[in-house]
């Protein structure tokens, strides 16, 4: 590969030396000290390790506490991720509050994420707070992350681009890489499965020194390889043969604490992909996703916190044609952020700059190969006896559309001990993509930044067995980018279409007998509403009705557990003339703690082999199965 910084063997060499060069140094502090200041600074002091559990940060770019968060917010955790097993990423977020997914055939296949109904290049990913994505298609590869390789998932629903500018305008998603949790012990997982798949995770991380000064450290590598399915079966491109994928990843961290006002961290996440499709131009991609970044951290005072990111961002393709090169689309991105976190009495006040490059780099000459893009936000945050408020306002320049500002207003009332009341207000952009703007033959320079208003309400609760919540919403898009090669001006993408967009979420979670149910389901209306034929239609590949239920239980060292998930049918094309049926599916697992650290899981995924599409022509895996060995010490 030409984009090949290592290979698989010189990975895991890496991690096996590390584990036995790290393995004597003196045991960490809490997993609280091993995480960003801004997950472990809360008002005071430390928090514990189960603090930990309830922090987010990506929902108003500082640490709260899930019940203090007004926003609509899931989050899954390690402990959730060891228990499901998930062949992939795309299967860890299915049927998810709010999310509708479709896949071109399977593990490592393009996936296109719809969160609350709008597109999929609508939704803001993250990588350890840094932007993940192609600035040439918009979307990131969310496929191409090993579940293995992630600490947590914070998906942030609604319009956020009052905090982080484009592309947030359905939702945040937050991949948070895994950190140390215990000794300095070496884990691994090694499996082996169906389609001739075969995975090995390996990983070592602790800290060194103490509280006061000292750092922390952590190293994972995996592997990933499987032969595939013969995933398309359309009129064009088709080749009667198995669609494979590989998958090499490896995330380095660590951090310094050099007192009580300073420390400094710096990260790498990189993963490498070879994936085989059937195709007309090309039927072969060698890809690689790649972010890097280092961040500092001063706190002059108790009340004062101020931060300054520097990444890198790339999204680097290379396409063949029968093993003959056919192009490259390389895309990267430069960013940096300055914040500052000033408690003013009983409120936190944040603002900050931020600022971000992008740059093209393809054998298709683009009109424009780069933009800038200049931020300045402001967030106040504040509880008011039984209510809270949060309210933030940005202004983007951007170096080729101008200025756009956005905003949102969070209000939260708690009824009770248990039960709270939230509203929110919100709007939000999108800028286009340089595929929607310059592609040769495809593309229309004039097209301007798509606009997003959204409205909603919510009711969450707790009780001793668990938790649940509701949320309404309406969300309308204007100047929303279509295309449809009868259009005019120009064919291809044009500002001519609006969408509305209505819905409901419930989440819940129970604890009855011993066992653990987590539930969620999500009815969606989005609907064209521009002044054309396609008004009133459904948007493409939306489910209405979708939905997930885990149940799980624990036997001394046995567990078992199933998950169901399922969609409605959904529409192909703006003119809902080509439907796609709706599906059900069942997965099982079992596994079997063994000794101490170690344990064997068994997956079964759609049990029941059920045969069903989320993008038309392109077959979804049948019956399959995954049988792990397990080292990981201090487990949760």
Known sequence: MRLSIFRSRHVLAVVLLSSFVFSSVPRPVLAADAVPDDERMLDEGMPDESMLDRVVVTASRTARTRDETLAAITVIDRAEIDRLQPPSLQALLAGRAGIALANNGGEGKATSVFLRG?????????????RLG???????SLQD?????????EIVRGPFSSLYGSEALGGVIQVFTRRPQGDAMPSFTFATGSERTRRATLGVGGRIGDTAQGGWYAINASHNRTDGINAYHGPRGFDPDLDGYHNDALVLQGGWRFNERWDVEARVFRAEGRNEYDGTASNLSETAQQTVGGRLHYAPTDALRIALNLARSDDLSDNYRNE?????????????????????GEALLTFGLDWQADRVGSSTRYARDGRINRGLFVQWQQDLGAQSLQASLRRDEDSQFGGVTTGSALWGWRLGDALRLSARYGTAYKAPTFNELYFPGYGNPALQPEHAR???IGLRGEHASGGWSLN???????????????????????????????GVEAVGDLRVADWDLRASATWLDPRAD???ASRGHRLPRRPTRSGRLDIDRRFARVSLGASVTGACHRYENLANTRRLDGYGLIDLRIGFEFARDWSVQLTAGNV??????????????????????RHAPGAR
């Open 118 to 130: 709008t597109e999929s290049d609508h939704v803001l990913v993250l990588v350890d707070g840094i």
């Open 134 to 140: 192609s600035a040439t298609s918009g979307g990131a």
């Open 145 to 153: 992350i090993p579940p293995e390789q992630v600490e947590r998932i």
């Open 324 to 344: 003959a090169y056919a192009s490259t689309f390389d895309t990267r991105r430069r960013m940096a952020t300055l914040q500052a976190d000033a408690t003013l």
């Open 454 to 456: 959204s409205v909603e």
């Open 472 to 502: 309404a919403f309406e969300t309308h898009i204007d100047d929303l980018i279509a295309y449809d090669a009868d259009l005019r001006p120009a064919p291809g993408p044009n500002n001519i279409d609006r969408a509305r967009i209505r």
């Open 530 to 532: 521009g002044d054309n």
């Open 608 to 629: 029941f082999d059920r045969r069903y599409e989320t993008a038309e022509f392109y077959a979804q895996p049948g019956r399959h199965w995954l049988l792990a060995l």
